[in-house]
Every structure is written in C-alpha cells, then in structure tokens.
C-alpha cells in the first residue's frame, strides 16, 4: 500500500511511453506506473545496488519484458519521455538534471529542500504545469514541468511559494504558510534579522491573501 507521498507522485505521472524511476528504492512508483497503465515501460534507477535488488524483487513476473534496473548515478544517458525523481534534495535533483545527456520532456519532481532553485532551473528548460504543497506527516513540494523551448516566467512569490499554491491555494498550504509564520516570528525573538523580518512580511502577506480565498 503506497503512502499519500507515494500517491500524490503517481498521481502527477503523465501518461508516457518510457518513465525512468530515479532513486527508486522499492520501486514502488515506477511498478504502480506501469500497473495504472502510466507508462508502458519503467528503467529503475539508483545509485546503491541493494537499493535496486529491493526493486527487482518486488516486480512481479509479468512486467519483466517491460522494466530495466540500472545502477547508476542519476540519468547520464538514458533517453526517457518522462523521469520520477522524488524524496531528494533540490541540489542533488539538480545535479542529475545537469549531467543528464538528454532532458526528458516531462519531469515529476518531488524535492525536500531548495525549491527555489529547482524551480529556477526548469523556468530554463520547462514550463511548470503543477507546483504545490501537501502534508503526508510533513510538508512536501511536488513539481510537474514539461520541456518548452522558451521556458517560462514565474514571479518572485511562485519561485518561493509554488505557482499552483498561488493559484489554487489549499488548506495544507495555508497550514504550512502558518507554520512557517509562527517559526519566523519566533526567531525574531531572538534576533533581530532583517532577512527573517523580510522573509516573515512575505509569508504573512500571502498567507492572509489565501485565508480570505478559502473562507
């Protein structure tokens, strides 16, 4: 059974011919990929080999024509339609978009910290389809972007806060804006920082924007 993390990756998975599962650990994503008919073929990738045993042993018998396990860091030279990369850092992310020899033309991205910059690398490459927040014990980001040869254009506030929460706020973004706000004026306790007090002024603006939409 997938967690609500797990659930909310595959969910984002366009439907695609060949999907690459990076860091796939269990390969729990790229196998409900392939079972929800998401994608006809899945290459498993990780970087640690028991990590990617796990994934051979839990493919059943009748996907072996459709799936490939490689050990390796990050795509290097896999040529994929769509690439899962989630429960990583935005750099390490980052790091495997940039040593990719070809970018896949859909990505699913799921990263625990420097969504900022993410972001910034696909508004490169990418047109960013779906950008929120969700809570699954903690709060996460789920990025979906698509290649675009002029990229796209995201304002100061989407490139921080996620260009769907901005646009179709909801109530787990709210929590996570509020949680935040209480976090920085705690700091402001303790020291006077202006980039905290910057920081806080932003969060707070946004988040009283988006407690009036959802009243």
Same mark, same amino acid.
């Given at each position: 059974?997938?967690?609500?993390?797990?659930?909310?990756?595959?969910?984002?998975?366009?439907?695609?011919?060949?999907?690459?599962?990076?860091?796939?650990?269990?390969?729990?994503?790229?196998?409900?990929?392939?079972?929800?008919?998401?994608?006809?073929?899945?290459?498993?990738?990780?970087?640690?080999?028991?990590?990617?045993?796990?994934?051979?042993?839990?493919?059943?018998?009748?996907?072996?024509?459709?799936?490939?396990?490689?050990?390796?860091?990050?795509?290097?030279?896999?040529?994929?339609?769509?690439?899962?990369?989630?429960?990583?850092?935005?750099?390490?992310?980052?790091?495997?978009?940039?040593?990719?020899?070809? *970018?896949? &033309?859909?990505?699913?991205?799921?990263?625990?910290?420097?969504? @900022?910059? $993410?972001?910034?690398? %696909?508004? +490169?490459?990418?047109?960013?389809?779906?950008?929120?927040?969700?809570?699954?014990?903690?709060?996460?980001?789920?990025?979906?972007?698509?290649?675009?040869?002029?990229?796209?254009?995201?304002?100061?506030?989407?490139?921080?806060?996620?260009?769907?929460?901005?646009?179709?706020?909801?109530?787990?973004?709210?929590?996570?804006?509020?949680?935040?706000?209480?976090?920085?004026?705690?700091? *402001?306790? &303790?020291?006077?920082?202006?980039?905290?007090?910057?920081?806080? @002024?932003? $969060?707070?603006?946004? %988040?009283? +924007?988006?407690?009036?939409?959802?009243?």
């Amino acid at each position: 059974m997938l967690t609500k993390r797990l659930e909310k990756i595959v969910q984002a998975i366009p439907r695609c011919t060949s999907l690459a599962d990076v860091g796939c650990d269990h390969g729990y994503i790229g196998l409900s990929a392939l079972t929800l008919g998401k994608a006809n073929n899945v290459v498993f990738v990780d970087v640690s080999q028991p990590s990617l045993h796990k994934a051979k042993q839990n493919c059943p018998q009748n996907f072996e024509s459709k799936v490939h396990f490689v050990c390796q860091d990050g795509l290097q030279s896999l040529n994929v339609d769509c690439a899962v990369i989630a429960g990583m850092g935005g750099l390490e992310i980052l790091s495997i978009l940039n040593n990719a020899d070809v *970018l896949p &033309q859909k990505l699913v991205l799921q990263p625990m910290r420097n969504q @900022q910059e $993410v972001r910034k690398f %696909l508004c +490169k490459h990418y047109n960013i389809t779906c950008d929120y927040t969700f809570f699954d014990g903690k709060f996460y980001d789920l990025v979906v972007a698509e290649k675009s040869p002029t990229g796209c254009v995201l304002t100061e506030d989407e490139i921080q806060f996620g260009k769907s929460n901005l646009a179709t706020p909801c109530a787990d973004f709210a929590l996570f804006l509020a949680k935040e706000q209480a976090k920085l004026q705690q700091i *402001l306790q &303790q020291c006077n920082d202006s980039n905290v007090q910057h920081k806080l @002024q932003r $969060v707070s603006a946004v %988040l009283a +924007k988006i407690q009036e939409e959802l009243q």
